[in-house]
C-alpha cells in the first residue's frame, strides 16, 4: 500500500498518545507506505513530525472542547456528525489508491492488540531549557483540597524552582501557568510536553503526565489509584528514574517527596 490515512481523530490527548499514535507507527511498519495522512486536533500537529505526508487539523472548536474528549471520542459528537467530518476527510483524497484506518467512533475497541502498539519518544524541537525546575501537574485524578497542600508545601521548599502546569483537566487553575495564556489551545500539549521532557523533575498525581514522564524517562514522583500502570506495568516504559506510591495521606507523600528532591 502506497497511501494510508488515519482519521479524523477527535478524542483526548492520553488516548491519542498511547493508543492513536502508537497504532499509526504500528500500521507504518506493517506496511511501509510511501505516504501517511493523519487528520487530528491542531494543537497536536506536533506529535506526528517526522510522521504524517500532510497534516489535516480538525474543527478548532472540536479541540477547544478539552472537558468532552474522552478516550478516541468526543462526548459531545454523536456519530452521525462524525460521519460527516470523516467523509469530509476522505474527500480529500482519490480513495481507489488510499487505504483508510481508524477506531470505532463511540466505543473504546482496540483494532488491534496493546502489545503490537509502537511507542517511540515524543521527539521535536524544544525551545527552552528547565533542567533547574520542578514541574508540578495538578491532575484532577486527585482532590483539590489535597493537591492544594502539596503545593503549598512545594512553594515553600522550593520557591521560583516550581512550575505548575496543566490542561484544563487540572486544578488549581489560577497557579496554571499555562491555562492563564492567551494562546493556550495553540501552546497546551506541546509545551507540557515541553516542560516534561526539559524539566528536572515531574511531580503529578497517576494520570496520562505521568506516562508521558516515563516516555520521555524523566524523573518522576507519582501516587494514585492504578499506580500499577506506571510504576512496572503498560506505562512505565522502562523508566528507571520514576518513584510510584499507592494514594497516602499527605504528610507521608510530604516524607516521600523530601527523600525524592534529596535524590535528584
Request: glycine share 4%.
Amino acid at each position: 500500500m502506497e497511501k494510508i490515512a488515519f482519521g479524523p481523530y477527535l478524542g483526548d490527548f492520553r488516548c491519542e498518545v498511547f493508543y492513536f499514535l502508537p497504532y499509526i507507527r504500528w500500521v507504518k511498519d506493517v506496511l511501509s507506505p510511501k505516504e501517511i495522512y493523519i487528520s487530528s486536533h491542531f494543537n497536536r500537529k506536533f506529535l506526528y513530525h517526522g510522521l504524517a505526508t500532510e497534516f489535516f487539523p480538525i474543527n478548532p472548536m472540536i479541540s477547544a472542547d478539552e472537558i468532552s474528549q474522552k478516550n478516541h471520542f468526543n462526548k459531545n459528537i454523536y456519530k452521525t456528525h462524525y460521519n460527516v467530518l470523516e467523509k469530509d476527510f476522505k474527500s480529500n483524497f482519490d480513495e481507489d489508491n488510499i487505504q483508510f484506518y481508524n477506531f470505532e467512533y463511540n466505543k473504546y475497541k482496540m483494532p488491534c492488540s496493546m502489545f503490537q502498539l509502537k511507542f517511540d519518544r515524543l521527539n521535536f524541537d524544544i525551545r527552552y531549557r528547565m533542567e533547574d525546575k520542578i514541574l508540578f501537574i495538578p491532575d484532577r485524578n486527585e482532590k483539590e483540597s489535597y493537591l492544594g497542600g502539596v503545593l503549598s508545601y512545594l512553594t515553600t521548599i522550593l520557591g521560583n524552582k516550581l512550575v505548575v502546569a496543566g490542561d484544563s483537566k487540572t486544578h488549581l487553575n489560577d497557579k496554571n501557568v499555562l491555562l492563564n495564556s492567551i494562546n493556550y489551545h495553540d501552546i497546551v500539549y506541546k509545551e507540557l510536553v515541553n516542560y516534561i521532557s526539559s524539566c528536572k523533575a515531574v511531580i503529578c498525581p497517576a494520570s496520562v503526565w505521568s506516562g508521558i514522564a516515563n516516555l520521555q524517562e524523566r524523573p518522576i514522583l507519582s501516587w494514585g489509584n492504578r499506580i500499577s500502570e506506571y510504576k512496572d506495568g503498560k506505562y512505565y516504559f522502562n523508566n528507571k528514574k520514576g518513584k510510584f506510591y499507592p494514594k497516602l495521606e499527605l504528610n507521608n507523600l510530604i516524607k516521600c517527596i523530601d527523600k525524592f528532591l534529596e535524590e535528584l
